[in-house]
């Protein structure tokens, strides 16, 4: 018989063994409650000990855990201090104490500001940034989506671990891509035997009081030219998540792609589970703390913080981060501290009657003879006056959170970081005298500080005038632009500086530009880079105009990625023609055609006052006649400042009657453009009353058919007429020969036949979308002549209107005559690269220059191979920055000899065309970079 099923058979049966028995071992024995209680135990909570419990995604705040006390996070825009005086820092300084005594109300129960400063090394997600923010129809063009993943290579590689090279000419310390962040708190610990009523309502009240106050904070710091913007829930998150999760492993140690994978929970209560921690959400795996050499290991990183001890004597204003000459060098404090520093600067608003009663205290206890109670009591007494003339005195904290790879690397950046705050005349606490190291990283996290356990236990905190912690805030900065980045540079920190001359929201009269910079500044890189930029992000057309064949190289690499692009060199062989009287059919069909040169700017003779229109704002009508009377006249001078001198206002008067009598003949014989000869054949036929008038209306056609003659290269450009040019994407017009000595008078007016020819086609594109940039490099060989500025300013001033712009780049403004100010005056944008004294002086012939200004300017710094600094100049913006641009850009924009040596020696090793050299030469420049 078989034995029944878990041995129950024995049940009854009498006396059996124990191992028989329900089928189990003697030894088998169910576990003990305590056992189970065990199983059940855990190692004291490291989120526990965090300060948030959830935030509040409708009023953007953060509930603390204690259930009701209100916090409220921010980040901020600190001010660009660059090339300020002194002077001007201390004003920035007092503004900064007033917003932070004034702001802020004094309570029993405090509130408490915190400031922290951190340098993010990620910027390869601003590509991305930068491809959401250019226009629909561009950015799926096989050209911008190559240009954006361009974009993403190079910012990786900007900011990748140790820098992109050394900075041995400015800041002599690595240069990283880098966003310089600084963020704030603003919270206030309420003890539960002081909150009264309770329930939602009392919620409301603080939820409201929080806000309340932080918009009177803000606005202070807006006084002060501090922009604040509130965290919402998920910045706040996104920021500690990177903090406690430094280098994941399930991700490979990359935190963003962790932050893919678990990403902060939008929307509000009703989408998350009941329970939701906010403190725990920010927790991938736990970290272990070390009690014996103060340190918090999180993802096997070691972490600890320094806090300082005392102010050894009173800081300068922006001591951390505004940047200052130290030797050789120019660098900010801040620069200095090691890789994934964070600056914490937490400030408790005591009740400044609380202070005076604490100096009073110790006023009438420093009694005695000996010195040290006399210098206390002294001590003491100032501190009152000063507090009682407004400089408060507030109890303070400094710490400074430090990440190493390993225990030997924290302790080197230890070392580091004590060195530099010793030398700025801070003391710090050395990690060995620290007693509770450990808590002291935690008393420091955002909003954790809690002021009535710390005035009982270690005091950390020390009482600092408001003045000092006003200067040892983080608040003095670099530019970082407008934040639109249709164009992206990088100032001295490695920050991205952006800003956009197409953006409406930027300009704030137009998007006409100068780049401005002499021989060896890297002018022609920049232009190609900027170029490259705009193409990606607007698909504008282009009209390019150059000399040299500086951009062919450019024109194939457009091709290459889909772009129309039509090259074009004026020479006698090439079958264009640049007729300058074009338009003057056009004259017919005017509602009101002054020939009578009745206007006020019509009465001075004077070339380089005639036809300046000051303060146009684009609104008015095109001056067709105005501009084509410019061309004849640089005709019949020839350029020449004698000829223009006799230039009188019946000569012009016999001018404009030539062009309405040419344009009616033309209408008459059926054709659909005025030529030269059609000029000169309407000023042969005038009759005056005068023998002079007779005389020099011959003597003017006489000019004028110079340019008619058969054969010559002048009857080829101005006197056939003009074909339709393929609609393109990009249009490469080179001077050729006409750039050339001798030929400036042919120069001024194919310069004018092409911006004719291109206005026609602004005009008739208006309605597309689509914006136009055209673009004339060597501007200080084609601007020579006094009459081409106000032509310029003629046909470019409804150009606003079209969605067309004029950029100009030139080596000097020295060969600019005077009669070019209102020109470059109506450009909003300057961007002047690095550049002489000299050169300096020249641009403050057209333009007011402040101390700042030049001071900036004459900081602009060039190291080869390296980077080149300008600076951006509008009536809103004025910015140093530094352009490291991609590499394929730096190769496309190598013009020098010896560059193009280069090229061809890769011609002839790879057996490869020039475009392949230039891509072979933007390799070199990445190892380079690399080996750096």
């Known amino acids: 018989m078989a034995a029944p099923l878990f041995g129950f058979s024995g049940l009854g049966a009498g006396k059996e063994s124990d191992t028989a028995k329900y089928g189990r071992r003697r030894t088998d024995r169910p576990a003990t409650i305590e056992q189970v209680k065990k199983l059940y135990d855990r190692a004291p909570s490291f989120t526990n000990q965090l300060p948030w419990l959830e935030d509040d995604p409708e009023h953007n705040v953060v509930l603390l855990a204690d259930g009701h006390s209100i916090g409220v996070a921010f980040e901020l825009r600190p001010v660009s201090t660059e090339a300020r005086p002194e002077t001007w820092l201390l004003a920035l300084r007092d503004k900064i104490q007033a917003a932070l005594s004034s702001a802020i109300p004094e309570h029993d129960d405090p509130w408490i500001l915190q400031l922290y400063v951190q340098d993010e090394t990620r910027l390869d997600r601003l590509a991305g940034d930068i491809e959401a923010y250019s226009r629909p129809e561009a950015k799926d063009t096989a050209f911008s989506q190559s240009w954006f993943g361009t974009l993403s290579e190079h910012l990786a590689e900007i900011s990748r671990p140790g820098g992109l090279f050394v900075d041995k000419l400015v800041t002599g310390s690595t240069w990283q891509g880098k966003h310089r962040k600084v963020r704030g708190t603003l919270y206030r610990p309420r003890p539960l035997n002081r909150m009264g009523q309770s329930g939602q309502a009392r919620i409301d009240e603080i939820i409201q009081e929080s806000r309340d106050i932080y918009d009177r904070f803000s606005a202070g710091m807006e006084s002060a030219g501090i922009a604040m913007q509130r965290l919402p829930g998920k910045a706040f998150h996104d920021w500690l998540f990177k903090w406690f999760n430094p280098k994941p492993e399930t991700t490979g140690g990359d935190v963003e792609a962790l932050l893919d994978l678990s990403p902060y929970p939008e929307g509000g209560a009703d989408d998350r589970p009941y329970g939701w921690d906010l403190s725990e959400q920010l927790m991938s795996t ?520 004029f950029w100009i780049a030139t080596q000097n403004l020295d060969d600019f005559p005077d009669a070019s100010r209102r020109m470059l005056t109506m450009l909003e944008w300057w961007l002047c690269l690095v550049m002489p004294k000299d050169e300096i002086e020249q641009i403050a012939r057209f333009r007011q220059l402040t101390d700042e200004q030049t001071a900036l300017l004459l900081a602009a710094r060039k190291s080869p191979g390296q980077y080149t600094e300008g600076v951006v100049l509008t009536d809103h913006l004025t910015a140093l920055f530094r352009n490291v641009p991609p590499a394929i850009a730096l190769a496309l924009g190598m013009t020098e000899k010896e560059e193009k040596a280069q090229r061809a020696a890769l011609m002839k090793k790879h057996n490869c065309s020039e475009l392949e050299a230039v891509f072979k030469v933007a390799e070199q420049i990445s190892v380079k970079r690399g080996q750096a």
């Open 286 to 805: 736990p970290p272990h703390p070390d009690p014996d050499q103060g340190i918090w290991w999180f993802d096997g990183l070691p972490h600890r913080v320094i806090v300082l001890q005392a102010l050894k004597r009173p800081p300068v204003a922006g001591l951390m981060t505004h940047e200052r000459i130290v030797g050789e060098n120019i660098f900010a404090l801040f620069d200095r501290m090691p890789e994934h520093t964070v600056l914490a600067l937490t400030v408790t608003i005591k009740p400044q009657d609380v202070v005076r009663s604490h100096l009073l205290n110790i006023e009438r206890g420093s009694y005695g003879d000996y010195a040290d109670a006399q210098l206390a009591a002294t001590d003491a007494k100032a501190a009152q006056m000063a507090v009682a003339r407004g400089n408060s005195l507030y109890p303070m904290q400094m710490a400074i959170f430090v990440r190493g790879d390993d225990g030997a690397d924290l302790k080197t950046k230890t070392n580091t970081i004590n060195a530099l705050l010793l030398g700025n005349s801070l003391q710090p606490i050395r990690e060995v005298d620290d007693l509770c190291p450990l808590d002291s990283y935690l008393r420091n996290l955002p909003m954790a500080y809690e002021p009535q356990f710390d005035s009982k236990a270690l005091h950390r905190s020390r009482l600092v005038f408001s003045k000092h912690i006003a200067s040892l805030s983080p608040l003095y900065g670099r530019s970082v632009g407008t934040g639109n980045p249709g164009i992206l540079m990088y100032n001295r920190g490695g920050e991205p500086l952006t800003f956009d001359p197409l953006n409406l929201y930027d300009r704030k009269k137009n998007g006409h530009a100068l780049i401005v910079g002499p021989t060896g500044s890297g002018k022609s890189a920049t232009l190609v880079y900027l170029i490259l930029q705009m193409l990606a992000i607007y698909r504008p057309r282009v009209f390019l105009i150059e000399s040299g064949n500086s951009f062919g190289l450019l024109g194939e690499y457009l091709k290459s990625l889909e772009l129309s692009v039509n090259a074009v060199r004026l020479t006698p062989s090439t079958d264009v023609s640049l007729p300058p009287f074009a338009d003057a059919l056009k004259l017919l069909d005017a509602s009101k055609l002054d020939l009578e040169l009745s206007s006020a700017k019509d009465l001075n003779d004077d070339p380089t006052d005639d036809y300046d229109e000051p303060d146009d704002d684009g609104d008015g009508e095109r001056d067709i006649l105005g501009e084509m009377e410019i061309a004849a006249r640089i005709m019949v001078t020839g350029g020449e400042d004698s000829e223009e001198k006799r230039m009188t206002r019946s000569d012009r008067l016999m001018i404009r009657t030539a062009l309405f009598e040419a344009a009616k003949a033309v209408k008459g014989q059926g054709r659909d453009q005025v030529l030269t000869e059609d000029v000169e054949k309407a000023m042969r036929k005038l009759v005056r009353n005068t023998q002079r008038g007779n005389d020099r209306a011959e003597e003017m056609a006489d000019a004028l058919g110079l340019f008619c003659s058969p054969g010559s290269f002048e009857h080829h450009l101005f006197n056939r007429p003009g074909k339709a040019w393929p609609d393109c994407d990009v249009t490469i017009l080179d001077l050729g020969l006409l750039a050339r000595e001798g030929y400036q008078d042919k120069l001024t007016v194919a310069y004018i036949g092409l911006m004719n020819t291109i206005n026609n086609r602004v005009e008739r594109w208006q309605h597309d979308g689509r914006p136009t940039l055209v673009i004339t490099d060597e501007g200080h060989v084609i601007t020579t002549n006094p009459l081409l500025a106000p032509y310029v300013i003629k046909i470019t001033k409804m150009w606003r209107k079209l969605g067309a712009w």
